[in-house]
């Protein structure tokens, strides 16, 4: 039986945890048409435990450092078609961020970085922009523009000297990087690592995806939009990695709103998460992984 | 199996006596954060992990600059200019720009050092505490290079740019001392050169006169080295463009006075740049012309092309950038 390993990779709390748990549900109750479940595996505890989590509205608790997870599936993508095993290792969030900033990472995510037939990445909901001071003083003149009493009107020379500035008082570090340019460095190390001509198939998923669905953006919009470094980086090597975007909720809201929860209890588990595809929405959650068996 | 991971702060021996170089715990030190040891399931408490390095993805030094030319086809830029005229901020803001989308049919195509992109931008960045945006000096021991892989979206063509972001006192000794400037082999193959002139300067009455020599004498260098020719023009870089106000008198005063260096320099052509916001030309502001240029298979005919502000202006205008 062919063994597709597909790299879950992602800054922590970006919700790949939460997509595993959801993924393992609605697979189990044969609700996807991407993509079925086989057979049960032998040993379904790690995945049994998030569901559980999942099931009962509570956020899912993220793979810490040093839980090392990995769960085979035996999937088939349809009815009575050929059965694969599917090797999803659940890397912790803080793997990916140490390997940006300390400039290495463990062995393990190195080899499943080599040997994945396809990757999905996460972003999560927390972006870091990393705002220039200029901007910020564009804005704030917006909302305050200086004072113009109409006698002292000043005239900006190019010579003039600008106001003395406050020196900058924080030492620079790697973690002062925005999230796409983690990002980015991400799929820089793992095209370093692979060999030139096997190309990886990327799914990038952006989750948490009910806060943006009212944009009427389609999920490769949003990443243009929000992630240009990333989306432009993908766009120019995508010989290398061919990709798609998907917009995921794999908890089909945000928990903290009341009347939404309120909507989610009353559904059919299955019919929680929300999966933005192009211009499509469905409940299909194996939908960004279904493209790597094709 | 278990392996002693060195920290990767340089000099830092806590691989070996457990003592941070900061004086830091160990638990605490970010450098060393995520090297501590785990406790894992398949592994006995207490070990190191093995770790696969990456690259650094800080500057290259300078002649150290091979290893980014191993694996591809690199294209040298010097960019050349005095201390203060704005090199880093120029570098820097082409990066912060691609943050914020493509330039014109330029596309980010990755970096080598993004790191080091990272760092000479982040006084620009709100996070730093500072109330200006400012880049930090080049120092004289810390000449390095930048990579930076675009690509063309209308002919599909990819650059890897190896910028040579050089100090301004190593450029003094070029012009000065060309036999035995220290910089000399990285400017001889340097396929682009540009040399920044910081337009504020040019209207100062005191500054501009000597400003122009020097800057002129070093084009004059650059062209009898042949490390500038007709086929490969001196790109004269004008700085700090968002300071000159709009249809302001001055704009004439730094055209007369770019158009002196360039005709110093045989042939040479030249750009008007923006990397800030100001009562003149917008933030990117020349950004396009200077990718053209930098990534152009052969150059055109040599052209003595001093684009009038007044032009500019409406070309910024006509794209709604303004």
Redesign the interface.
């Known amino acids: 039986m062919e063994t597709r390993r597909i790299l879950i990779a992602g800054l922590p709390e970006s919700g790949k945890t939460t997509f595993l748990a959801a993924l393992w549900h609605t697979l189990k109750h044969g609700k996807h048409p991407s993509l079925q479940l086989a057979r049960i595996p032998d040993n379904a505890a790690y995945l049994t435990s998030l569901s559980m989590q999942w099931l009962s509205f509570e956020v899912v608790k993220h793979t810490t450092?040093?839980?090392?997870r990995s769960t085979l599936l035996q999937v088939e993508t349809m009815p009575g078609g050929p059965t694969f095993d599917l090797e999803l290792p659940d890397l912790s969030g803080?793997s990916f961020s140490?390997?940006?900033?300390?400039?290495?990472?463990?062995?393990h995510?190195?080899e499943s970085s080599c040997t994945s037939t396809g990757l999905a990445l996460f972003v999560g909901p927390k972006i870091v922009d990393?705002?220039?001071?200029?901007d910020?003083?564009?804005i704030a003149d917006k909302i305050a523009p200086p004072i113009d009493d109409g006698n002292t009107t000043h005239?900006?020379?190019?010579?003039e000297k600008?106001?003395k500035?406050?020196?900058?008082?924080?030492k620079?570090?790697?973690?002062?990087?925005?999230t796409?340019?983690y990002l980015?460095?991400i799929l820089?190390?793992i095209s370093?690592?692979r060999p030139r001509y096997r190309p990886l198939r990327v799914s990038v998923i952006a989750s948490a995806w009910d806060k943006w669905m009212n944009s009427s953006l389609t999920p490769e919009k949003w990443l243009e939009r929000t992630m240009?470094?990333l989306w432009?980086?993908l766009?120019?090597?995508s010989a290398r990695f061919p990709w798609k975007a998907y917009g995921v909720s794999a908890q089909g809201g945000d928990y903290l709103n009341a009347e939404r929860v309120r909507q989610l209890e009353e559904m059919d588990p299955c019919e929680r998460p929300i999966v933005a595809s192009g211009t499509g929405v469905s409940n299909d959650l194996a939908l960004p992984l279904a493209w790597f068996f094709e | 199996m278990s392996a002693t991971?060195p920290c990767?702060q340089p000099e830092c021996k806590a691989h070996e006596d457990g003592k941070c170089i900061e004086g830091l715990d160990l638990s605490t030190c970010?450098?060393w954060?995520?090297?501590t040891a785990?406790?894992?399931?398949?592994d006995e408490p207490g070990r190191l992990?093995?770790?696969?390095?990456?690259?650094?993805?800080k500057g290259v030094a300078a002649e150290e600059r091979g290893v980014l030319s191993r694996a591809r086809q690199t294209r040298t830029v010097l960019v050349a200019g005095e201390p203060f005229t704005g090199k880093t901020t120029l570098i820097g803001a082409l990066y912060?720009a691609?943050?914020?989308?493509?330039i014109g049919p330029f596309?980010?195509?990755?970096?080598?050092t993004?790191?080091g992109f990272?760092?000479r931008c982040?006084?620009?960045?709100?996070?730093?505490?500072?109330?200006?945006?400012?880049t930090a000096h080049t120092p004289v021991k810390q000449s390095t290079v930048l990579h930076l892989?675009?690509?063309n979206m209308n002919t599909g063509a990819?650059k890897d740019l190896v910028l040579a972001d050089i100090s301004g006192e190593l450029l003094k000794e070029i012009y000065e001392s060309p036999g035995t400037a220290r910089m000399m082999p990285i400017a001889l193959e340097s396929e682009r050169v540009a040399l920044l002139l910081d337009?504020?300067r040019l209207?100062?009455k005191r500054q501009r006169h000597a400003l122009v020599a020097r800057s002129s004498q070093l084009a004059r260098v650059l062209y009898e080295k042949r490390i500038t020719s007709t086929e490969r023009p001196l790109l004269v870089v004008v700085t700090k463009c968002d300071?000159?106000?709009q249809e302001?008198a001055?704009w004439d005063e730094v055209r007369n006075q770019t158009q002196k260096v360039t005709e110093a320099a045989t042939f040479a052509t030249s750009v008007f740049t923006a990397a800030?916001?100001?009562?003149?030309l917008p933030?990117g502001a020349g950004f396009e012309e200077l990718l053209n240029q930098w990534t152009a298979p052969t150059l055109t005919a040599p052209t003595l092309r001093t684009a009038s502000p007044a032009r500019a202006f409406d070309l910024y205008d006509a794209r709604g950038e303004g």
């Open positions: 450092h040093e839980t090392k803080e140490n390997g940006f900033e300390l400039r290495g990472w463990e062995t995510v190195s990393m705002m220039l001071i200029d910020a003083i564009n005239q900006v020379t190019a010579t600008p106001q500035a406050t020196t900058p008082s924080k620079w570090s790697a973690s002062d990087s925005p796409q340019t980015v460095d820089q190390q370093r690592e240009p470094l432009q980086y766009e120019s090597n | 991971v990767p970010p450098h954060k995520g090297r785990h406790s894992t399931p398949d992990e093995d770790l696969v390095d990456w690259p650094s993805g912060i691609f943050h914020r989308g493509s596309r980010f195509a990755g970096s080598e993004l790191l990272e760092e982040f006084r620009a960045r709100l996070a730093s505490g500072g109330s200006s945006a400012e892989a675009i690509d990819r337009a504020r209207v100062d300071f000159l106000p302001s001055e800030r916001r100001g009562p003149g933030p």
